[in-house]
């Protein structure tokens, strides 16, 4: 488990981060904490395939990781057996970083991107870390 060091260098290093599984809803997590991230000055990259080419965030929705371009960080908001996938694609495209959100955990993956030389953090969420760390 990251120590709050870990977490504050994550966050004060990465500019780019895709979330994974972002929703149009505003009711939803991943629009909150997207958006959230989006105000702390992040570049923040929607990736939903069901809404691709849509702008949001001052960006285009993507359909995939691939498609988002050079990222520093993958925020994943989908189920913890789905992540791996997610995971392996960070990984793929050069992403510093995998972050699973709350309740997202998927030990295999997380060793994979480890071993892959990504730093990984599990069932956290940047936008509850941030004010923690006052950053």
Same mark, same amino acid.
């Given at each position: 488990?990251?120590?709050?060091?870990?977490?504050?260098?994550?966050?004060?290093?990465?500019?780019?981060?895709?979330?994974? %599984?972002?929703?149009?809803?505003?009711?939803?997590?991943?629009?909150?904490?997207?958006?959230?991230?989006?105000?702390?000055?992040?570049?923040?990259?929607?990736?939903?395939?069901?809404?691709?080419?849509?702008?949001?965030?001052?960006?285009?929705?993507?359909?995939?990781?691939?498609?988002?371009?050079?990222?520093?960080?993958?925020?994943?908001?989908?189920?913890?057996?789905?992540?791996?996938?997610?995971?392996?694609?960070?990984?793929?495209?050069?992403?510093?970083?995998?972050?699973?959100?709350? %309740?997202?955990?998927?030990?295999?993956?997380?060793?994979?991107?480890?071993?892959?030389?990504?730093?990984?953090?599990?069932?956290?969420?940047?936008?509850?870390?941030?004010?923690?760390? %006052?950053?």
């Amino acid at each position: 488990m990251p120590s709050d060091a870990d977490i504050r260098d994550i966050l004060t290093s990465v500019k780019t981060i895709a979330v994974v %599984g972002w929703s149009p809803k505003p009711d939803r997590p991943s629009h909150r904490v997207a958006a959230y991230l989006k105000g702390k000055g992040y570049r923040v990259i929607p990736v939903n395939p069901g809404h691709a080419g849509q702008k949001a965030l001052g960006e285009t929705v993507v359909a995939t990781l691939a498609e988002a371009g050079p990222v520093d960080m993958v925020d994943i908001f989908r189920r913890s057996e789905e992540a791996g996938a997610v995971a392996d694609e960070a990984v793929r495209i050069g992403a510093k970083v995998v972050w699973m959100q709350i %309740g997202v955990v998927d030990e295999a993956a997380a060793s994979r991107a480890r071993n892959a030389g990504l730093r990984v953090v599990m069932n956290r969420c940047p936008a509850i870390e941030i004010p923690h760390l %006052g950053l």
